[in-house]
Each structure stands twice: as C-alpha cells, then as structure tokens.
C-alpha cells in the first residue's frame, strides 16, 4: 500500500543532533485508565523529534519491512504540491493537525484509492468529514495522546495572560526595569470564575488543573458529567455558552470544530461575554471569529486573547491575530511537544498494525466509520465539514 504522510518541515538548523531532556518520564496510563498506544514494536527513541518530515514519524522501516510505500513530505497547500501530486493513488493519508494537509472533498473525490485518514494527534477537522463519509474513507485519531499536553499549555496560558507574563518578559528583554509599566495589568487568578467550553479529556484536565489555584469552575458541554465528576471540583454546570461566557473572567475554549463550534465566538457572542475576560483557545482557530476577537481586544471588551490554533494553518503572514493587542499567541504547539510525539508517532503505528492485520482499531480512535461518524466521532463531532477556506494556507510565505 502507499501511504503519503504530510508532517512539518525540520528545524531551520537540521535535525537536533542532542536534546535538553535525556528520557522521557514514563506514564503508566491515562487518568480514565485508557491504556498508552501500545504496538507491537517502534524503531524510535522517544524524546527525539518525529513530527517533522526526517522524524518520518518512526514509520519508514515497519513500513518498508512489510511491502510498503512511504511518501512523506511537508508540500501541501499550493497548487501543484507534491501532496497533491502523490495524494491520487495513496491508500493511507496521515497529517498532524499542526500542519494540517485539508482534506478537502475535491482532495477526498482525487483519491480513489483513500480508504483511511490519520490524525497524528487530535482533532480531525482539517477532514472534511462529510465527504469521508460519503464516499467511506475511515476517519481515525489518537484519542488522548496529547489532551494533557494541551491542558498543561492551557494553564500556562491563563497564568501568562492575567499575570500578563508577555510584556513583562519584553520589558526584560529591551533591558529596561519599569516595575509600574510591568504591573499596570497584572492580576492574580486566585479567585477569578474560570469556565471551559467543553469538559472532555483536556477540559476536565483544565479545570483539575485549575482547581488547586482557589478559582471558581464553570464548564458547559453537550454531555452533562456525572455528578461526581462535578462535585469533586465544586463544578458549576451551564446549559448555554451564553450563560457562561457572561460570568467567567477566564473563558477556556476545548471543544472540536464542526459544524455547531464553527463561528461560534462570534460578534455576538463575544459582546456577552463578561467585560475584561481573557480567553484562551487551543481547540481550532474556526471556532473564533477572527475580525469580531480583534476587534474586541481593539476596544478592550476582552483583556487578553491566548491560544495555538489558526485558521487556516499555516496562518497567512498578514493574519490580524499576528498584531492584534494583548495576544498571547503560538504557532500551532501545545499538542505537539517531543512528549506528545513519542505518544501519537506510537499511536499511528498501532492504528496502521491494526490495519495491516485486519484486528479493529480501538473505538476511541474512530470518528468516521463505514460511512458514518463512530466511536469518538458520533460522540465529540458533527456531520458537515469545517475545510472552507482551507485555500488560503497557500498564501505563507516561508
Ligand atoms: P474530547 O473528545 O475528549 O472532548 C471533546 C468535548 O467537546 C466532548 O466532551 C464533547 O461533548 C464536547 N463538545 C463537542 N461539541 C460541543 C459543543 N457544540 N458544545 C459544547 N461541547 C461540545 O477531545 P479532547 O481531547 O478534549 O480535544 C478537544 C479538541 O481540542 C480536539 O477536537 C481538537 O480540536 C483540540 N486539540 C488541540 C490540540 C492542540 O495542539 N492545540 C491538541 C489536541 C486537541
């Protein structure tokens, strides 16, 4: 089989010939007791970089052992791209979502021999799972694998905006010592109302680990949690995002795009949220109106804005969230730290073991199925599609 794997480029100065970090603590499991990505075998070192196009995800050598072709390229987004080019006879479609290759329904309807796309990592929108789901390409990614990197990243994130961390560190930079320019907006989040649009793996993580920082939690999500759940962090529940958003001092955004998250922080919806809340969004740039948010950091309705995630990525480099004020912003990182890699690059291989074997792939991994939305799919996502727009990732320069 062919499979074409779509990664980042390399580091600007090559591959790292040593890293800070000499072994990777080892994590016995996932807190709901989810086991790790366990295949049969990896030909990597954990630790080492792997999202990248030489990383080669650790794949080359299982693949070419057992019969197969590996395409691996960071090419995807102009007219032309070797993505494309290759994407026409590929059975196996891999992409990260920090560098996401769209799979548009016209990519999709190329295809004629697509019959599964992976996600290394989490999130699947850059799919267009409508037409997966028409024309039955399975849809598949690593549940869990870096949802705690992430809420690790969110809490930094929080911390960094309301004790605006940012200037402060500038100030030191530029050599200066201005303590009243340093404070003149910084706060402690000690007990601020701190809310997350969605409690699923990294919300719930957000909010356990906020708890210990004395702050009131709020959370709203289309499935209610259990009550214990709720009670062990003191939870207020919100049946609207609207009732959240008008209470919360910090807003944290950690549901998937689809067709209901789309837009959803709209100029409407940001006008009700509390006056100075500070958002924070690792979940897909989709989800925020870019012009209402800029705006709104513009007149100073919302105090600060944080997060990793573009639309479309990588972002155009005239993208106003680039230079609007009191941002926060990363390139697309928080899931993909050399932790996180060493648990997605394993969990691609236990999916395409899985494949190549005929043995199911675990339910969590599924969000499109037989022509369906599936396991973690039917119940995180929606039908439609998210890719509009895609096109304009062609407009980086590097
Ligand atoms: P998850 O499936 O465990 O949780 C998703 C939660 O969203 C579920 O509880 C679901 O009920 C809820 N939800 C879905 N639609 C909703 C809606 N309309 N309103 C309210 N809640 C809704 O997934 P997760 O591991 O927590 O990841 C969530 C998302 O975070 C991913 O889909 C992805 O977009 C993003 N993510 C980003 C990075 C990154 O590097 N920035 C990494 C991993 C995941």
């Not at 580091?11 to 080892?26: F, Q």
């Not at 709901?32 to 295949?39: A, I, R, T, V």
């Not at 987004?77 to 479609?93: F, H, S």
């Not at 990182?333 to 890699?341: D, E, F, K, M, V």
Request: charged share 25%; hydrophobic share 35%.
């Amino acid at each position: 089989m062919k499979i074409l794997c779509v990664l980042y480029d390399d580091p600007t100065d090559g591959m790292p010939e040593s890293y800070p970090v000499n072994t990777l603590p080892r994590l016995e499991k996932y807190p709901d007791g989810m086991s790790l990505p366990n295949p049969k075998a990896i030909d990597f070192t954990p630790g080492e970089l792997l999202g990248s196009v030489s990383g080669e995800l650790g794949l080359r050598k299982f693949l070419e052992e057992n019969g197969h072709t590996l395409v691996v390229t960071s090419d995807k987004d102009t007219k032309g791209c070797v993505a494309d080019k290759e994407l026409v006879d590929t059975d196996i479609v891999i992409s990260q979502p920090f560098w996401p290759y769209y799979l548009t329904r016209e990519r999709i309807e190329s295809a004629k021999k697509l019959k599964m796309a992976i996600t290394a990592g989490i999130g699947s929108d850059h799919v267009d799972l409508q037409a997966a789901i028409d024309n039955k390409v399975d849809v598949v990614e690593v549940t869990y694998c870096n949802s705690r990197s992430v809420s690790e990243h969110i809490v930094m994130m929080i911390l960094a905006m309301v004790r605006d961390y940012h200037n402060q560190h500038k100030i030191v930079n530029d050599g200066g010592w201005h303590i009243a320019d340093a404070v003149k907006r910084s706060y402690d989040v000690e007990g601020m109302n701190v809310g997350t649009i969605a409690a699923g793996r990294i919300g719930y993580d957000v909010l356990r680990k906020m708890y210990p920082f004395d702050v009131h939690l709020h959370y709203n999500d289309r499935h209610r949690l259990p009550i214990e759940k709720e009670k062990e962090l003191n939870l207020t529940y919100h049946e609207t995002v609207e009732s959240l958003v008008s209470v919360c001092d910090v807003i944290n955004i950690s549901c998937p795009l689809h067709s209901e998250t789309e837009n959803l922080f709209d100029e409407e919806l940001i006008s009700k949220c509390k006056k100075g809340a500070y958002v924070i969004n690792t979940a897909r740039g989709k989800i925020v109106n870019r012009e209402a948010m800029a705006a709104a950091l513009e007149s100073g309705h919302i105090s600060g804005y944080a997060g990793d995630v573009w639309f479309p990525q990588p972002a155009p480099n005239d993208h106003i969230w680039r230079k609007m004020p009191n941002h926060g912003m990363t390139p697309h990182t928080s899931g993909t730290s050399l932790s996180a890699q060493s648990r997605y690059a394993a969990g691609v291989r236990e999916i395409l073991e899985c494949f190549f074997d005929g043995n199911p792939i675990r339910n969590e991994y599924i969000i499109v199925q037989n022509g369906d939305l599936a396991g973690m799919g039917a119940h995180s996502y929606s039908k439609g599609s998210a890719t509009g727009g895609s096109e304009e990732a062609a407009n980086f320069k590097k």
